[in-house]
């Protein structure tokens, strides 16, 4: 026996209201788009140092395989050639006021430079680098080169040839390896072997 509902007539009905449909959270697909926009981003930062790193060890390997010696090696719009290596020294220069000593000993390095190119070109040997045997670095010493060179800065023409020696103050019992060559101060280098 089913009992009857009792309905109280006299009562006000509740309307019904559907419930609304759940709300899907959107915040983990935000945050994932986020997440996968940085490590995007991030991998493209490595993938262009990667790259760049890339590039620049090619151009280190390239500019460290010397070419052997006596052989004319060029660098932008100069052509070198290493005619001669003298014995170390301790002192270059006859005048007594512009006279230098080594605070090693000076690696002297007789070079012919000719200009390659089409429009003259300044050729400066504060440009060129020595490298020892351990693959340590050693700067022309302009100071000291003041002493073998009737100028330091010289403005080449094109076609035109001049000789040079460049002079480096390396630690007593240094073995010099070879010379790297430059055009200007950013051009890439060009090495040539000294034995």
Not at 38 to 45: D, N, Q, S, T, W
Not at 130 to 158: C, H, K, M, W, Y
């Amino acid at each position: 026996m089913s009992h009857p509902q009792h309905t109280n007539p006299g009562a006000p009905q509740q309307p019904y209201y559907p419930q609304p449909p759940k709300k899907r959270k959107v915040w983990p697909w935000v945050l994932g788009g986020f997440l996968l926009a940085v490590l995007a981003l991030f991998g493209g930062c490595v993938a262009l140092i990667g790259g760049a790193a890339n590039e620049v060890a090619k151009s280190e390997q390239a500019r460290s395989v010397a070419a052997p010696a006596g052989t004319e090696v060029r660098d932008g719009k100069f052509a070198f050639t290493v005619t001669q290596v003298d014995p170390p020294v301790r002192t270059v220069g006859d005048n007594p006021y512009l006279q230098k000593t080594a605070q090693g000993e000076f690696v002297l390095v007789h070079v012919e430079v000719t200009n390659v190119g089409d429009v003259a070109q300044q050729y400066f040997g504060a440009n060129q680098k020595l490298i020892d045997a351990q693959g340590r670095e050693f700067a022309n010493d302009t100071s000291a080169e003041i002493n073998v060179n009737d100028e330091l800065v010289a403005e080449i023409n094109p076609g035109n040839k001049i000789s040079m020696v460049l002079v480096f103050d390396v630690p007593t019992g240094t073995d010099p390896a070879a010379v790297e060559f430059h055009d200007s101060a950013f051009s890439n280098g060009a090495r040539v072997a000294l034995k």
